[in-house]
């Protein structure tokens, strides 16, 4: 396990930024059973590479005389309007003070909004993996067989290499040469970026933006000696596939309040449908407007659809939209808070705190992804009408794809009042839109929900409680809450060869909850 933090903030101009890198890295030898030790023992390795950056913009700001003169720059008191025996000489230097004190508040406040950024974060995780089987040395110093003269599987690997050692070990005759091995050779990847940006455009409001990208990968396939010539073996890469998942976040607000009509039919679905069009073209390279569709890719293909999906339900135009299914670049999401109401006199004399909050989350995901045997580049491939319905082949088999998107909430207010009573009001709304290739049709699934709750502390309440060495009193806050929800759930099934939409099942919810809360000790509550 190794870490460093690197020494980027000791350059005087960057010392607004801190950066650390940490690598850790596993090594496994698992000895095979008595029974079958021609089939060998099996190794595995690992490593995990994490990088962490955060940029501290306030101090780079602080770096800036001019623009840390106003940031830093605090009201000052309201000047009062001139008294009557004041001289006239005084009044017109306090009406320039005023003007000059007014021009410096606008300055400071447009300042604010400018260098409104005030941190950013980035976070990146990498792990690979690799096990391989079939492996004839014992482990001696440092898991090495024979670390001096010939070490087996490398120091490298040991120490977490991903680098493939498969040809040097049955080369080295580190392999068993038994042509019945059936254990997988498996080498994994997953990758995990994380961006978060705190944003602070006037005090007391704060937003936190954040995008994601996870990516996971596994390689499966049988490495083994096909020859049965046991001291001439040949060695040979048997069924390989993979197989992972995919989520990245996304922003499809664009959509979000497009309602369907009173016949439950949809603009955003018709788009999809006119959309393939215009994709397929793109695919096949065509820049002339044709009514037939270009070869290899029909209305449906795997390669068509998912881009054509992913532009209807977004809001964006098909010329612009990214044919690869695994998307590169995260979208913000974000998450907003203001409790500033308080700095209001009215407000401040009659309320203890008031918050208003907003939340957004939103994702594109597949949920698991399979490579295709029979896969070749497209010009290679030979068109075959039984065969993917005349399409090429993809690379990559993709039963599903998913995009959801959450406010939660849509709309907060939490009111604390002087007595101790509070008050919260919520609006919630979400939808999944899930394109299943599989049987050619988009399941949308939309929900809203309402919810009101009203609570009350009661101060310094009395209890007696025994403990069985006697009674013990208890002086605490009994806090009572009462929440009452309407939630609305609606799921419709979209054929896309039929051209149908269809609602199959729908429900309103009512829930009330009580709670009542009164804290004992540090342990029970």
Known sequence: DVRYNLSINKIPLLSWVNSSINYDANYDWRSSSLAAENYGNTIQNSNSMRINTQFNLTSLYKKIPFVAKFLSQKSSPKSRLPSKNQPKGNTKKTLDDQEEESKSKILSAIFQSIFSVKNIAISYTETNGILLPGFLPETQFLGLS??????????????????DIRMEAAQSGWLTTDTLLNYLYTQNVSNNLNIRATVEPVKRFKIMFTGSRRYSENENEYFRNTSSDLSNPEFNHISTSKSGNFNISFLPIRTTFIKDRADNSSELFENFVNYRFNIAQRLAGQNSMTQDWPLGYG?????????????AYSGKDPSRQSLNPFLSIPMPNWNLNFNGFTSIRWVKNNFKNITMSHSYRSSYSIGSFLSNLDYLPPNLQVLDSDVYGGNFVPEYQIDQVNITEQFAPFFKLDVTMKNSMTTRFEYKKDRTISLSLANSQITEVQGSEYVLGLGYRIQDVKLMFDGGNGQKKVNSDLDLRADISIRNNKTIIRRIEEDSNQPTSGQSIITLKFAADYVVNNRVN
């Open 146 to 163: 024979s670390p001096l003269s010939g070490p087996a599987p490398t120091l490298g690997f040991v120490l977490g290499s991903q680098n």
């Open 299 to 311: 209305p449906s293909s795997q390669d068509v659809m998912i881009p054509a999906f992913l532009a």
